[in-house]
Every structure is written in C-alpha cells, then in structure tokens.
C-alpha cells in the first residue's frame, strides 16, 4: 500500500515575524487585561504595546535586509506576500502606529479627589471614595472629570451615574491596547495578501477593533457611539460586497490567488482567457470593498462623522495607519489581479478620483469644525493619491507610496495635535472660532498646526508638495493630464481653507480672550510624537530624495 505523500505548507517564520509579533503581543495584552490588577494594568498594557511595536520594527529591519539580498518571496503558501510593497507599507504603518499608541497613553490625572454620595441607575445611593472638588469644596461634575481620550467604562449609558462613578473612581480603560495592536496587525497583513480570502480576513481584523475603538470617546459619548454604529454598518456592507467579489473572481477564474487571477484574465495561464463579464463583475464589487476602506468618493460618507465622534488618538490612526494599508490592497488588487483589464476599470477609477477631489474639496470649504474639516481634508488626499494609484507603472506604484506614506505622517501629527486644545470643561476645542488667536497665545502649537496646513494644502517646502508634484508627474507622463489639471485646481481652492485656519491663529482677536481655550501642557507620550510627525514633514519637504528612492526601489510587486 502506497503511503499519500503530502507537501508542507511552506512557511518563512523569519519574514512573517513583524507581523507575528504585532498578534503575538496583542494576544499577550489580552490576558493581561483579564488577569492583572486594575492598579498597574494601565502601565503594563502602555509598555507592551509600545514594546511590541519597537520589536515589530526590528524584526522588520531584518526582513528588509533579507530582501535585498534574496528578494522577494512567498512567505505562507502565497497567502502572504513578502515583496517591496509590503515592507514600504508595514514600516509605515509601525511608525504612525507607534505615536497613536503614546497618544492613547496619554493621562491627565492631576486632581484631588475627595469621597461623596451618588445615586446609582438603580436608585442606590453610594460613596465614592475618590470623587472630584474643586478648590472651593464644591462636588465636580462630569465635565471636571480627568481628561482622559477613553470613557472609563464603555459599557455605561453616556452621562449616567455609572459613567460619573466610574470615571471619578479613576478607572482607565486599558482595553484599547489589545484592540489596536490588533487593528494594526490586521493593517500589516492587509497589503501583504497573496490571495482574496487572506484580504477578505486581514480587513476583518483591522476593522473589527477600530469599530469598538470608536466608540469610547470620553467626552461626546453620543457622537462616539453613532459614528460607531456608523462606521461598522457601512463597514459590513462593504465587506459583503468585497466578499461577493472574490466569489465572482472564483467563478471566472478557477482561483482567489491574485496571481493566478491575473493570469487566467489575461489568457495567459491557459491560453484562454475567463469569462470576461464575470471578471469585471469581480473586479468591479472588489474595487467599492476597498475603495470603501479608503475613503474615495462616494464611498467615504461615512469619514467626516467618524472622524469627529471618535477619540482624537484613534482618528489619528484611522486617518494616517488605515489609509496606508487600504492603499496598498488597491494597488496590489489593480496591478497583480486585474491589470489586462485596465481598459475597463481606469476611465471607472478616472472619474471617482475626480469626484473625490472635487467634491471632498468643495464640501471642506464649507466646513466650521476643524476636525471635520481635516476630514474631508483626508477624502481629498485619497482623490490625490488615486491620480498615482490608476497609473499603470512602477512610477505610479512609487509615487503613491511616497503620497500615502508623507500624507499619514502629517495626518497623524494634525489629528493628534487636536487633543492637546481643550476648553474650559476638558472637550477637545475643534470649532473654527476657539482657534482664533491661539497661535499668538501657543505659538509653537500655532508654528506646528500650520507646518501641517501647509503641507496638506501642498506649498513648497513641506512633504505635500513633494507628494502631491512627485503623482501628478506620473500621472503627466501616463498621459492623465485631466487628472493633474482637476488636481491642481482642487490644491489651489483647497489652500484657502487650510490657510484661513492659520490667518485665524496668527492675525485675528478671540471675542471673548477670557473664555478662550488654551492647550493643555501635553507629556513626552504626546509631545514627542507630534514633534516628530513635524519634524518629517519639514525634512522630506527640504530632503525627499531618500525617501523617492525607497519607494522607486519598492515599487514592484511579486505578481
């Protein structure tokens, strides 16, 4: 009797690492925020995501130092993919990563808590031992409380008696770490995906935890709680449609793998090439899943209202970290799945880069809440980038990395440097008239959000310009001059908003000075990574070359 002779699944530990590292510590974090005590739990769970990332990190410097020995390669039986794109894409989700992590370690504990009497839901009166006065003795409200991103109890009504004990007992909630660990995870692998259902899985991991993230701000607990509610059935609706997708690839094609469907569409695998409705079909509902997740016009509804109910810390990361990975499914799905049928799927692309650019633009001019606004700041720079991404060429793939990436450093230090204004009763201070004169009164904060504006809106001297010229030179060359016009205009209309928020900071008078917000001195977990995200801006504005180079050397894919 012959013995069935199976062939292992071929697994690279070694360039998987990063990414198991991410999970590994994730999964770790979650015991911990079974089993350890409240008292050090916040400590504990802050050092080992920050840890585990460093970690990541290293391990991804081996792996790159393997690949330009070796190159690329198949890392799990073509389910991941080690390639260029990969490792531009995981370095720069890590390093946003990282700073969004500080950021939600960012405690404001600084007040003297005395015992007092509450009613409870339930009608029960109790004493909490570490209740807040004021100097004057008078017991603090729930606006007093300490100044924390997170709600100390997510699983409270907003603004009920619970919350107010919670929060006044100083509970932190620690289970954001876990929860972003495994988002970031899930954004690692999602540009590293060799096949639809390895993408259709890493898209449920990094959107699972973000869903929940969103939905424990501290102070707008409503607005939280809808733009989550928000957020995960807009973001189910497209995994559905994405999930349909890959159906239809499979059924054209004989195959998920992104390889093998690019070859079967082709011709090339058989000398037959699949059916071609079906293809476009597939292509098609895969295209809106992702586009979807990158925020493109009109997909990208839900982004203004999610942007501004989540915490500051996790809109830093959805807006920087989210886009860098969304990014990189696209332009693997285009260039390795479906690029015999550029024909087809580029005048499609063409005209939701337009719509993007255009319609994000004129909808933030309108816009009085500069949260919001940086919002639909964000749809615009998807419009941007796609102008890269349609571009069939290692120029296109290069460029938009260097967009992706120069956008979400600055998007991260923007989102980030909003947490640090706050008003009298401890809200993030983000409508447009709390800012008036605060860059008289912080002029390093005021220096630090214009870098920012100036960058988004692309002048000369900041990583923007550089991003938005180095996309719009592809696209030239690739013959999209439409796009480069429509995106031009859109910079030049779009800078008049950007430039107004600084006009307010630095030559406009506040109504009333007394009752103006100010910023609240922020510690090394916050400042450092602000300072750095302006530290990038600035040097790839004045040095991109190293960074070109990078992209250019990692702009191909494996197939």
Known sequence: MTALALDPHSIDYFRLSPMLIVFGVAVVAVLVEAFASAAHRYRVQ????????????????????????????????????????????????????LGAVLIMGERRLDRVWAPVEVQTAAGARISVTASGRDAEGSIVDDADLPADAFTPSGATVPGSPDELIAGRSG??????????????????????????????????????????????????????????????????????????????AYGATGSVDLGDIGAAVAGTASGEASDHMLALLAMALIAVGLLFKVGAVPFGSWIPDVYQGAPSPVTALMASATKVAAFGGLLRVLHVAFPSLESDWRPALWVVAIATMVIATVM???????????????????????????????????????????????????????????????????????????????????????????????????????????????????GAWTLVIVGVVCSAIAAYFYIRVIVAMFFADAE???????VVTPSLLTSIPIAVSAAVTLVLGIFPQWLLDIADAASTFLR
Not at 65 to 78: K, Q, V
Not at 512 to 518: G, K, Q, T, V
Request: charged share 10%; hydrophobic share 55%.
């Open 364 to 478: 933030a001019v309108t816009q009085h809440d500069i949260k919001r606004m940086l919002a639909y700041s964000s749809i615009s720079h998807v419009g941007f980038a796609l102008v890269g991404a349609v571009t069939i060429s290692e120029a296109g793939v290069s460029t938009t990395l260097f967009y992706v990436a120069a956008y979400a450093v600055s998007a991260f230090g923007a989102f980030a440097l909003l947490s640090v204004v706050r008003d009298a009763t401890g809200r993030e201070a983000t409508d447009f008239d709390a800012w008036t004169g605060l860059g008289r009164r912080r002029p390093l904060v005021g220096a630090m959000m214009s870098l920012f504006l100036l960058s988004f809106a692309g002048i000369p001297l900041t990583s923007g310009f550089i991003a938005k010229f180095a996309v719009f030179n592809a696209a030239g060359h690739d």
């Open 512 to 518: 009333n000075p007394e009752e103006a917000p100010d």
């Open 171 to 248: 509970t932190v909630t620690t289970e954001v770490y876990p929860l972003a660990l495994l988002a970031v995870g899930g954004m690692m692998l999602f540009g590293a995906c060799g096949d639809l259902l390895t993408m259709f899985i890493a898209l449920e991991v990094l959107s699972l935890p973000l869903y929940l993230l969103c939905a424990l701000a501290r102070r707008r607990r409503l607005l939280s709680q809808e733009a989550s509610l928000k957020y995960f059935l807009l973001g189910a609706f497209s995994s559905a449609i994405f999930l349909f997708g890959a159906a239809f």
């Open 46 to 97: 802050l050092a080992l995501a920050s840890v585990g990332l460093i970690a990541s990190m290293i391990a991804l410097g081996f792996v790159v130092a393997s690949f330009r020995t070796d190159g690329a390669s198949d890392a799990m039986s073509g389910a991941v993919v080690i390639d260029g794109p990969t490792l531009f894409l995981q370095g720069t989700v890590l390093v946003v990563a």
